[in-house]
Antibody
Framework: EVQLVESGGGIVDPGGSLRLSCEAS????SAWWMHWVRQAPGKGLM????????????SYADSVKGRFTVSRDNAKNTLFLQMHSLRADDTGVYFC????????????WGRGTRVTVS | QSVLTQPPSVSGTPGQRVTITCSGG????????VNWYQQLPGKAPKLLIY???QRSSGVPARFSGSKSGTSASLAISGLQSEDEAEYYC??????????FGGGTKLTVL
């Protein structure tokens, strides 16, 4: 079964750091671009970051640029999001999603991990 | 603020046909194809429609997508109670970054 499972969320003080993980299974992780998407409480979806198959290119939303770093370990089928200088408006559920290049779509999503900055 | 605009809410009765729109200047290119995601309460988003009008695997034929100019639509026919959810349009921009509409809450009356 194709699956993404996020972990690492929690409660953190403003200015603090957190590292999220997303473990992939059921597909060849190293062949897929991966993304992070977040959802603030009661709000819509916001794209956060993406990374290509070999981590040579990354991209970030303006609101997290310089504070968040996306990375991956293809040997361990795991995607990461290192978050620093966290702010209250970073609070939300963070989803990892598989990016299907030829569709321009996120075709598989994890269940999310909750981050609370307070 | 989303560059894709959706109505905040739509509603319909069981069996009815409803349409959710998504508009924005970034849609006005052949390259920018639109996707639609369904998010049931408390769940992760799920891809319904990709490349404007292609149904994802397992998605009932009641769901259909279309795009024309700077506007796209998701139509749901034969509305069912389990269709009550939040629906998001989305695309990848020229940098292959994600962009989402603000979401539309569908209520089945």
């Amino acid at each position: 079964e194709v699956q993404l499972v996020e972990s690492g969320g929690g409660i953190v003080d403003p200015g603090g750091s957190l590292r999220l993980s997303c473990e992939a299974s059921g597909f060849t992780f190293s062949a897929w671009w991966m993304h992070w998407v977040r959802q603030a409480p009661g709000k819509g979806l916001m794209w956060v970051s993406r990374i290509n198959v070999d981590a040579t290119t990354t991209s970030y939303a303006d609101s997290v640029k310089g504070r968040f770093t996306v990375s991956r370990d293809n040997a361990k089928n795991t995607l990461f999001l290192q978050m620093h200088s966290l702010r209250a408006d970073d609070t939300g559920v963070y989803f990892c999603a598989r990016g299907r290049l030829n569709w321009g779509a996120f075709d598989i999503w994890g269940r999310g991990t909750r981050v609370t900055v307070s | 603020q989303s560059v894709l605009t959706q109505p905040p809410s739509v509603s319909g009765t069981p069996g009815q046909r409803v349409t959710i729109t998504c508009s924005g200047g970034s849609l006005n290119t052949e390259r920018n194809t639109v996707n639609w995601y369904q998010q049931l309460p408390g769940k992760a988003p799920k891809l319904l429609i990709y490349r404007n009008d292609q149904r994802s695997s397992g998605v009932p034929a009641r769901f259909s997508g279309s795009k024309s100019g700077t506007s796209a639509s998701l139509a749901i026919s034969g509305l069912q109670s389990e269709d009550e959810a939040e629906y998001y349009c989305g695309l990848w921009d020229a940098s292959l970054n994600g962009v989402f509409g603000g979401g539309t809450k569908l209520t089945v009356l």
